[in-house]
């Protein structure tokens, strides 16, 4: 997932920015306030940045509800992805503010927005986050898959979440974090970018934390993998021992780590490919222990399947197709020279050939 960088904004543009907000929410809004507003938006992208930002934020509160831009000043509103040439025009149609230096364009401003702006938008901010706190609890969302069944989640941040076949995720969202908790199963995390808001994800013995990147996480009954494909993924311990600090690492495109009870995993390399195999319909392992190529298919087996001591760490190679995990479970006992043991109606079991 891409994101265009920013333009850098300045204090003085935020503050002013900010004082806009509050004033605009006033309920006296006049039309000599409507003309100051179009100049002051107009005259700069960084203005246009800066507004955008500070409403951006009230939106993230559930306060832009209450400030309806779009109708008050529609000439004004900022746009999706304002251009320079768009700046350029608007300028050019206000001849009385183009040429404003800084000083000028602070002597311009109303009265009331020069000198606490900022303290005057900040404190009506907290009296809306008492306020919401006060008189709401973030609700959890939950999605679950059936076996055999992938689903495609469009969070309300922008951010996608692919959520493999028997799997549940839960999804708690506030002004503070957006903070998910996979229950079972694998999902891949296309994260929208938002350093003031944290993603993170509890699963099994691992916390997973980013403000934007790409990373594929895997709850097995033994441990958590989390693969990365893009960006960077900071992976902690949930808990550890009395007196000791949960042990964590960086990992950064195309590394994997497991964490269990017993700790972190020494870093190994990934590829994309591996990562996101199951997203393509296919289950791709390289060098893999047979226990482990056996806990990624038996989400899609209807009968489970494991390896008896003797052949658990033998080593499979290969791309394998997930629509058909029964032949797929037939082929790699093939390629192993393995027997396939039903006597138990409820696992599968994975032993060497009685030569």
Not at 160 to 179: C, Q, T
Not at 199 to 227: C, D, H, K
């Amino acid at each position: 997932m891409t994101t265009n960088p920013k333009q850098a904004v300045s204090e003085d543009s935020l503050d002013q920015a900010c004082a806009w907000v509050v004033r605009l929410r006033s309920g006296s809004v006049s039309a000599a306030d409507h003309r100051e507003f179009s100049q002051w938006i107009t005259y700069s992208e960084e203005n246009h940045l800066a507004f955008s930002e500070i409403t951006e934020l009230w939106g993230d509160l559930g306060a832009l509800s209450h400030l309806p831009i779009d109708q008050l000043f529609p000439e004004s509103a900022p746009s999706q992805n304002p251009s320079a040439s768009d700046f350029t025009a608007q300028r050019s149609a206000l001849p009385h503010v183009r040429g404003y230096k800084s000083e000028e364009r602070l002597r311009a401003l109303p009265k009331w927005l020069i000198g606490g702006g900022l303290a005057t938008c900040g404190a009506v901010i907290a009296l809306w986050v008492g306020y919401q706190g006060i008189n709401s609890q973030p609700q959890a969302q939950i999605f679950v898959t059936e076996r055999g069944q992938v689903q495609t989640i469009d969070l309300s941040d922008g951010s996608e979440v692919k959520l493999n076949s028997n799997s549940e995720l839960r999804v708690i969202y506030s002004r503070k974090e957006r903070r998910t908790q996979l229950v079972r199963g694998e999902a891949f995390f296309e994260v929208a970018r938002q350093t003031s808001r944290p993603f993170t994800v509890v699963a099994g013995s691992a916390n997973i934390r980013v403000l934007g990147t790409e990373f594929n996480v895997e709850l097995n009954p033994e441990n958590t993998r989390v693969s990365v494909v893009g960006g960077t993924v900071s992976v902690s311990e949930a808990s550890s021992a009395a007196g000791l600090k949960p042990e964590s690492v960086q990992l950064v495109k195309n590394q994997k780590v497991s964490v269990s009870d017993r700790g972190l995993t020494p870093i190994a390399h990934t590829s994309p490919e591996e990562a996101t195999d199951w997203t393509r319909g296919t289950l791709v392992f390289e060098r893999t222990p047979l226990k482990d190529a056996l806990m990624e298919l038996n989400r899609y087996l209807s009968i489970p399947a494991t390896a008896s001591p003797q052949v658990e760490n033998r080593l499979i190679s290969g791309t394998f197709e997930i629509s058909d995990p029964d032949n797929t479970l037939k082929a790699i006992a093939t390629a192993l020279d393995l027997q396939q043991d039903h006597s138990d109606s409820n696992l599968t079991i994975l032993s060497p050939t009685n030569n």
